[in-house]
């Protein structure tokens, strides 16, 4: 089996590679950006007549929140034109595709973890062209995974998680706001959960209507305020750490204020085995 992976060197793509030597019943082939630019249809074209995958993970995205909102141009061309251009050669070369979607997707405006046929309404450009790029799939073909995730954090790339460590190794305080509340993703929980996909989704007894939008993410909830309390607990770090409400933290995109993810469909078809939030956090180490 040969899986291809975008974005090899953002904090997913990293993720894949870590644990891929764990699956040698699979042919990994990892692209950077500069290896497979999913902006140029030529390049997706030359990639795939290179090494015709049978599954690619899209892990390349622009995930930039805030700074979409300045470039969403970017954000576009990437999340949407990128996401469209592997679904037409993932058509045109009879391959399926695992593309990695968010909770941005949402405005927040739930009380109960939202289901996969809850209905979007994406409040910042980020969220928009993800929802866009989904669409853009769903418009060209069939064989498809979206895997809408939220939180994702790793010991790999930038993410909240190492933020928070540097920032506590800098400073003796810090605020955090306690009123958005969703669940932390652990990187590596993630990757495991697309390779699941890609080994067993064959064994399917109707493949057809298992194809779709699956959210994962780890199990529970929390705020960012307690995401951050526990790191630094787990970390050893002592920190005067205070919680804040959203007001007090602006931001040039809108967060979600309640992005929990119902698993119950990934769970049902895929078997998969989703580690609470605080024990996957302690399984992470710098």
């Given amino acids: 089996m040969v899986v291809l992976v ?12 870590s644990i891929s030597g764990n699956h040698p019943e699979i042919d990994f082939i990892f692209c950077s950006s500069s290896d497979l630019d999913i902006t140029k249809k030529e390049s997706c074209e030359a990639v795939f007549l290179k090494y015709k995958p049978n599954y690619c993970i899209n892990a390349a995205a622009y995930t930039a ?3 979409a909102e300045s470039e969403p141009e970017k954000a576009y061309l990437i999340n949407v034109k990128g996401a469209k251009n592997l679904a037409e050669v993932c058509k045109e070369y009879g391959t399926i595709l695992l593309h990695i979607s968010t909770d941005f997707v949402f405005d927040g405006s739930n009380k109960i973890a939202y289901k996969e046929e809850d209905s979007p309404n994406p409040t910042g450009v980020y969220g928009l062209t993800k929802l866009q790029g989904e669409k853009a799939i769903q418009e060209t073909f069939d064989n ?3 895997i809408r995730t939220s939180w994702v954090y790793s010991q790999f790339a930038n993410n909240f998680m190492k933020t928070m460590l ?3 190794s800098e400073r003796d305080s810090l605020s955090v706001v306690n009123d958005q509340i969703g669940t932390p993703t652990n990187a590596v929980d993630l990757a495991e959960a697309l390779i699941k ?3 067993t989704h064959n064994c399917q007894t109707e493949p057809v209507e298992v194809f779709g939008i699956y959210n994962f993410s780890n199990e529970g ?3 960012w305020y307690d995401f951050a309390k526990e790191i630094f607990e787990i970390n050893n770090v002592n920190i005067n750490l205070n919680p804040i409400p959203t007001t007090s933290f602006p ?3 809108k967060r979600p204020a309640y992005s929990v993810l119902d698993k119950t469909k990934i769970k049902k078809f895929f078997q998969v085995e989703i580690k609470d939030w605080k024990e996957s956090l302690r399984t992470c180490k710098i």
Avoid: M
């Fill in 6 to 17: 975008t974005g090899a060197n953002g904090q997913l793509g990293q993720a894949l590679q």
């Fill in 65 to 67: 929140v805030d700074k």
């Fill in 144 to 146: 498809y995974f979206i």
């Fill in 166 to 168: 540097r920032l506590a």
């Fill in 197 to 199: 996909i890609c080994t």
């Fill in 221 to 223: 909830q929390c705020s």
């Fill in 251 to 253: 931001t040039p995109a």
